[in-house]
C-alpha cells in the first residue's frame, strides 16, 4: 500500500463534523485491516475503529457518531466524525496491515465547545 497521506484535520466545533482522508500511494485493494487510532496530549494511543475485512468494531466513545470507510478505487481510507466533542481533540492516525504495514502521519483535530 504504500505510503499513507492524512488530510481533512482541522478545527471543528463541538455538534459538528468532520471528515478524515487516508490516501495511499499503492494499491489497497488486497488490505484487510483498517485502523483510525488517535492520541490526546499526555494520554495512550487509543484504538477508534478496526475494520477486519466486512466487519468494523468503533471503540464505545464514538459508537454511533464515527464511521470508517473505503474507497478501494480511490486507495482512500475515512473517518467521518459527527456529533463532535471536545473530548475528541487528538491527532488522529490511520493504519493499514495485512499485507505490510503502514501508518498515517497523523492528523490534528481540534473540537472547541
Known amino acids: 500500500q504504500g505510503q499513507l497521506v492524512e488530510s481533512g484535520g482541522g478545527l471543528g466545533q463541538a455538534g459538528g463534523s468532520l471528515r478524515l482522508s487516508c490516501q495511499a500511494s499503492?494499491?489497497?485493494?488486497?488490505?484487510?485491516?483498517m485502523d483510525w487510532y488517535r492520541q490526546a496530549p499526555g494520554q495512550q494511543r487509543e484504538l477508534v475503529a478496526a475494520t477486519r475485512g466486512p466487519l468494523t468494531n468503533y471503540a464505545d466513545s464514538v459508537k454511533g457518531l464515527f464511521t470508517a470507510s473505503r474507497v478501494n478505487a480511490k486507495n482512500t481510507l475515512y473517518l467521518q466524525m459527527n456529533s463532535l466533542k471536545p473530548a475528541h481533540t487528538a491527532v488522529y492516525y490511520c493504519?493499514?496491515?495485512?499485507?505490510?504495514?503502514?501508518w498515517g502521519q497523523g492528523s490534528q483535530v481540534t473540537v472547541s465547545s
Open positions: 493504519h493499514l496491515w495485512g499485507p505490510g504495514d503502514s
Open positions: 499503492g494499491s489497497i485493494c488486497s488490505i484487510k485491516n
